[in-house]
């Protein structure tokens, strides 16, 4: 079992930028494949950024994101840059123990979930 809590988000200026936290509970986090998921009102949750042993980012937001982990510390991070106002959503954090090596880009492929924390960028 594994709980999984972020923080960071809050309220930017278009150009700036944040650095989401996901803390993790529970054993073994260096062996779960994490990733990064955001849902903007009205529209599906779709995939940001992923981290398992390299690193995977969707097109709308590479270049502008960094994945990174820490296993020492059991946090998984994304560093925000760049920030666009369509970048406005409700960022969740994800692990799965089922990837093997891959990185999940499909919210079926990951078995936890944080609560969320809300990005809102103001043009």
């Known amino acids: 079992q594994v709980q999984l809590v972020e923080s960071g988000g809050g309220l930017v200026q278009a150009g700036g930028s944040l650095r989401l936290s996901c803390a993790a509970s529970g054993r073994a986090f260096s062996t779960y494949a994490m990733g990064w998921f955001r849902q903007a009102p009205g529209k599906e949750r779709e995939f940001v950024a992923g981290i398992n042993y390299n690193t995977y980012y969707a097109d709308s937001v590479k270049g502008r994101f960094t994945v990174s982990r820490d296993n020492a510390k059991n946090t998984v991070y994304l560093h925000l840059n760049s920030l666009k106002p369509e970048d406005t959503a409700v960022y969740y954090c994800?692990?799965?123990?089922?990837?093997?090596?891959?990185?999940?880009?499909?919210?079926?492929?990951?078995?936890?979930w944080g609560q969320g924390t809300q990005v809102t960028v103001s043009s």
């Open positions: 994800a692990a799965s123990s089922r990837l093997f090596g891959r990185i999940g880009m499909n919210s079926y492929e990951y078995d936890y």
